[in-house]
């Protein structure tokens, strides 16, 4: 069974400085998609950042990146330029293969950006 | 296009009692997931529809649980005899076949049971 896994509940940045969040995935399949969403308090989640694992190139996405390893199963993300508006709950998530959409998501990183 | 809408924001209930929960995705997408999220941690997968049809439902959604989408359009996820257990936001989610891989959340509907 594919899972994945975030092994830092909070983590904090001053503004305008760079933070990476940490993710490690397993699975055995050899092509998948994995994706970072972010959560704002009492707002809804979105989209932030999708690799496709077939493609070597990490995705970047403005002030977004990814490092993806793909041996080695992980894919963090690094915020450069930390504004306020990214304080928030960040989630690795996983597609599951057969294009079927299907999410597994990791427990979750609380970032807060200091002023 | 206004996103993925669900209705309501907030219902608290009484333990045993049915309750039904609306989701509207954005009108062009023919998939539709339901995600439970309890506090503190990440979605879970519930069910996901491609128009109409139900093609997968996780264990997790117990009998207790269904999930309709009729004529492919608003979904409903209804709980019965609802469990403290089931507090819980439940998130919907939206995509287009040809756009699978990007999923449009709605704000979620809180349930708590008291």
């Known amino acids: 069974a594919q899972t994945v896994t975030q092994s830092q509940p909070e983590m904090s940045v001053q503004e305008a400085e760079t933070v990476t969040l940490s993710c490690t995935y397993d699975?055995?399949?050899?092509?998948?998609?994995l994706f970072w969403y972010k959560q704002p308090p009492s707002r809804q989640m979105i989209l932030v950042i999708r690799?496709?694992?077939?493609?070597?190139q990490n995705a970047t996405e403005n002030r977004f990146s990814v490092n993806f390893q793909k041996a080695a199963k992980s894919f963090s993300l690094k915020i450069s330029d930390s504004q306020l508006g990214d304080t928030a709950m960040y989630f690795c998530?996983?597609?599951?293969?057969?294009?079927?959409?299907?999410?597994?998501f990791g427990q979750g990183t609380t970032l807060q950006v200091k002023p | 296009d206004t996103g993925v809408s669900q209705d309501p924001r907030h219902k608290i209930t009484k333990r045993g009692q049915n309750v039904t929960f609306r989701c509207d995705p954005i009108?062009?997408?023919?998939?539709l997931y339901w995600y439970r999220q309890t506090l503190g941690q990440g979605p879970e997968f519930l069910t996901y529809?491609?128009?109409?049809?139900?093609?997968?439902k996780s264990r997790l959604l117990s009998d207790r649980f269904s999930a309709e989408r009729p004529k492919g359009s608003f979904s409903t996820l209804e709980i019965q005899r609802t469990e403290q257990g089931d507090s819980a936001m439940y998130l919907c989610?939206?995509?287009?076949?040809?756009?699978?891989?990007?999923?449009?959340f709605g704000p979620g509907t809180r349930l708590t049971v008291t």
């Open positions: 989610a939206s995509s287009s076949t040809g756009t699978v891989h990007e999923q449009y």
């Open positions: 699975t055995s399949e050899s092509n998948y998609y």
């Open positions: 690799q496709e694992a077939y493609k070597q």
């Open positions: 998530a996983f597609e599951v293969s057969g294009n079927t959409g299907k999410l597994i």
């Open positions: 009108s062009e997408h023919n998939r």
């Open positions: 529809f491609q128009n109409e049809a139900q093609l997968e």
